[in-house]
């Protein structure tokens, strides 16, 4: 039987009436004759207040000093319950299901904490399941390093664990099931006009997930992209009649097209910037950084100086980073925080220089000061205050997607 991997994000099982609703799709795509492995994330906001309770315990003033690896060990627990429960609700509609965590699974890491990546998928205990008939459920967003200890793969790393786990079972396809029916040109909350994208290359959807977008995770992408793996982003709820299936996105390899490629904004918050006075000074604090687990991108730097971006998503205690950069750095060091960062992707926005005079006066139009730019072939990409961020979106939207100003 062909294989299929589904994963549920927090809002598909965010309580016990929902895990029963995705519970029912899974028993039917079973009894529809796929042999499906199963990754789930943590209850809805579970990993955020199991982070509550990490400071809380850590006393006040003194959260940046929780250690990752405890952390990991701590938030980890969030998708072992509603893997238990799903299993759980699958033999209840007479199926049967068994869970496994991350480590169970065979999937393997680096020795990073918090934002770990997976280097190699060992499936053979899934295998065995799946031979016996059952529905497999993996604990998404987890597993264990090469030093055997208990790892996390960042923010939505639970589509990651999808992606490899269907390179890894050669699978037919790989649905990514969220609140959303796929991906949109910008994202709707923000702009009431976005459009849904039916389509996309690999290579577009990764830039976009890097830069900011609430998609797919990035990694996932790039496991899909490398692996060849189709995606399928689904919405867990939406209510399709038999026969004429999903809305969906589907992301695959095509041969790019001008004329039909896919722009869309993308945002990002919660940044700070580094500036730095000189190249020497910057390889210093890459070392803090290496050594610390800060994750920077977007580094610019000549012999005279640069900047840096370093983005919180994935920094759970930035207080203790902070001192770590600045003890490197010292007065050769400037961070800026409390800054976001709006672009537009697509293909060729570098061939000529419209776009980016597009870009800015699309921008200015909105009234968000640009505080640094930077331009590829597949993104322009500015840094402003977020007190502009929704404005300077849906210009761009209206500007990249509507009129097509590249």
Not at 186 to 212: F, I, N, T, W, Y
Not at 249 to 268: L, Y
């Amino acid at each position: 039987m062909a294989v299929i991997v589904q994963k549920y994000g927090g809002s598909s099982v965010a309580d016990v009436e929902k895990l029963g609703r995705v519970a029912d799709k899974i028993v039917a795509a079973k009894r529809a004759g796929h042999d499906v492995v199963v990754t789930v994330s943590a209850m809805g906001k579970s990993t955020d207040n199991l982070l509550a309770l990490a400071r809380q315990a850590a006393g006040e003033g003194a959260a940046a000093a929780a250690p990752r690896r405890e952390i990991d060990m701590l938030v980890s627990t969030g998708e072992r319950v509603s893997m238990s429960l799903l299993a759980i609700a699958i033999a209840a509609r007479g199926c049967e299901a068994i869970s496994f965590t991350g480590s169970q699974s065979g999937i393997i890491t680096n020795d990073r904490h918090f934002d770990a990546r997976i280097i190699e998928v060992r499936p053979h205990r899934i295998e065995d399941e799946l031979s016996r008939g059952r529905v497999v459920i993996v604990a998404g967003y987890q597993g264990m390093s090469y030093k055997r200890e208990i790892t996390t793969l960042g923010r939505g790393g639970t589509d990651t664990t999808a992606v490899a786990l269907a390179a890894a079972l050669s699978a037919d396809r790989c649905e990514i099931y969220s609140d959303v029916d796929g991906v949109y040109s910008a994202d709707p909350r923000v702009v009431p006009d976005a459009r849904h994208l039916p389509e996309l290359d690999p290579s577009v959807l990764q830039e976009m997930a890097e830069r900011g977008a609430k998609v797919l995770n990035a990694q996932a992408v790039e496991w899909a992209r490398k692996a060849r793996i189709t995606i399928h982003a689904r919405s867990t709820f939406d209510p399709w009649e038999r026969g004429a299936g999903p809305r969906e996105t589907q992301v695959r390899a095509q041969t790019a097209n001008p004329a039909h490629a896919a722009r869309a904004v993308v945002a990002e918050q919660n940044l700070v910037v580094g500036k730095v006075s000189s190249l020497s000074a910057f390889e210093e604090l890459a070392r803090v950084a290496r050594d610390e687990e800060i994750p920077l991108k977007d580094a610019s730097v000549r012999e005279d100086g640069g900047a840096f971006v370093v983005p919180l998503l994935n920094v759970p205690d930035w207080s203790r980073a902070r001192r770590a950069l600045e003890r490197v750095g010292g007065a050769a060091l400037e961070l800026v925080e409390g800054l976001a960062a709006v672009g537009v992707v697509g293909d060729g926005l570098s061939t000529t220089g419209r776009p980016l005079v597009a870009f800015t006066e699309a921008l200015r139009a909105a009234g968000a000061k640009v505080r640094g730019l930077e331009a590829g072939p597949l993104s322009l990409v500015a840094r402003i205050e977020p007190s502009a961020l929704a404005d300077a979106q849906r210009a761009l939207h209206a500007s990249f997607v509507v009129d097509g100003g590249a």
